[in-house]
């Protein structure tokens, strides 16, 4: 088996994993026919793209400080073909449930996938 055989069957067994599905939304500025007015909108720059949602904790911050609480990391697991820019709103549906997410810092990639290091989102603003 060569390198890229090896690769090809980790990526498959990796995407095996994605029970969750992402859809990423961009603000773009839209021509309004109506108005004439360019106007921010929330456009689709993919849907419904198999991923995973991962969560892990960590703790609470140091033992000399009591008042910090333990947080909650959440990271995507999605294909390495796909860019994400920043600033983008990635919605996904985990078990049952749709989250909000923005993009935190650069994604890891790797030849049979990426993670991407999220922040919950209230919000557009």
């Not at 909108?41 to 009591?66: I, M, N, Y």
């Not at 920043?86 to 996938?113: D, F, M, N, W």
Request: aromatic share 8%; hydrophobic share 30%.
């Amino acid at each position: 088996m060569n390198i890229e055989s090896a690769r090809r069957i980790m990526r498959e067994k990796i995407e095996q994993t994605y029970e969750d599905s992402c859809s990423v939304y961009e603000q773009k500025d839209v021509f309004d026919e109506k108005t004439k007015v360019k106007k921010g909108k929330r456009v689709a720059t993919l849907e419904d793209e198999p991923c995973r949602l991962s969560f892990s904790r960590l703790e609470a911050g140091e033992k000399a400080d009591p008042a910090s609480a333990p947080s909650q990391t959440a990271k995507l697991f999605i294909s390495p073909d796909i860019d994400i820019k920043t600033g983008c709103v990635l919605e996904i549906k985990h078990k049952g449930r749709i989250y909000e997410y923005e993009r935190s810092g650069q994604p890891a990639v790797y030849s049979s996938h990426q993670e991407i290091v999220l922040q919950l989102r209230e919000r557009w603003s």
